[in-house]
T-cell receptor, first 116, second 114 residues
Framework: DQQVKQNSPSLSVQEGRISILNCDYT??????FLWYKKYPAEGPTFLIS???IKDKNEDGRFTVFLNKSAKHLSLHIVPSQPGDSAVYFC?????WGGGATNKLIFGTGTLLAVQP | NAGVMQNPRHLVRRRGQEARLRCSPM?????VYWYRQLPEEGLKFMVY????????ESGMPKERFSAEFPKEGPSILRIQQVVRGDSAAYFC????????????FGEGSRLTVL
């Protein structure tokens, strides 16, 4: 039962163009969403997050959009740079028992290749 | 290095042996999470621990796997009688007391079962 889905295993983009990575989720109890970036042989590193009370969060070249009705979020990277080439994981968490949790449910990842 | 420290980075075991993976959280973090990444897959939640307590082990296989986070020392993920299907990258993450927020990951321990 994959609660967080990244349907594109890979994406190739030219340097300077926009990269758009997509993520869908099925659990309506998720209320916090994060994107992580992972290089080979390293652990994932946090990139950007968004709470369900917002529909957009921006940090430099990275913007995350959340469409709650569609249970869909996307990560936009503009302009894309060769150093952005990595696997990007979408993750989600929910509050339970009245408290927050840092238990994250991850998607399967999208490999982004930015061509010089 | 103030980050999450995992060791060993690489571990090779033969079928039937035991594997022990260690994780020291970031300074000031009292919550530890273990994730497993099988080849060509995403990260799967295994267990969430606080000091001396298992909070959520819903992702742990029912047999052969155990985890602890003692009062002193690192968190340990223990796999008994390893099988080839246990070959994976095991990532530890830590966080301060729970709030909705990010986890900080270590570089992972890569277990290979021959």
């Amino acid at each position: 039962d994959q609660q967080v889905k990244q349907n594109s295993p890979s994406l190739s983009v030219q340097e300077g163009r926009i990269s758009i990575l997509n993520c869908d989720y099925t659990n309506s109890m998720f209320d916090y969403f994060l994107w992580y970036k992972k290089y080979p042989a390293e652990g994932p590193t946090f990139l950007i997050s968004i709470s369900s009370i917002k529909d957009k969060n921006e940090d430099g070249r990275f913007t995350v959009f959340l469409n709650k009705s569609a249970k869909h979020l996307s990560l936009h990277i503009v302009p894309s740079q060769p150093g952005d080439s990595a696997v990007y994981f979408c993750a989600a968490s929910e509050t339970w028992g009245g408290g927050a949790t840092n238990k994250l449910i991850f998607g399967t990842g999208t490999l982004l290749a930015v061509q010089p | 290095n103030a980050g999450v420290m995992q060791n060993p980075r690489h571990l090779v075991r033969r079928r039937g042996q035991e594997a022990r993976l260690r994780c020291s959280p970031m300074k000031g973090h009292s919550h530890v999470y273990w994730y497993r990444q099988l080849p060509e897959e995403g990260l799967k939640f295994m267990v969430y621990l606080q000091k001396e307590n298992i909070i959520d082990e819903s992702g742990m296989p029912k047999e052969r796997f155990s985890a602890e986070f003692p009062k002193e020392g690192p968190s340990i993920l223990r796999i008994q009688q390893v099988v080839r299907g246990d070959s994976a990258a095991y990532f530890c993450a830590s966080s301060p007391p729970p709030r909705t927020g990010e986890l900080f990951f270590g570089e992972g321990s890569r277990l290979t079962v021959l």
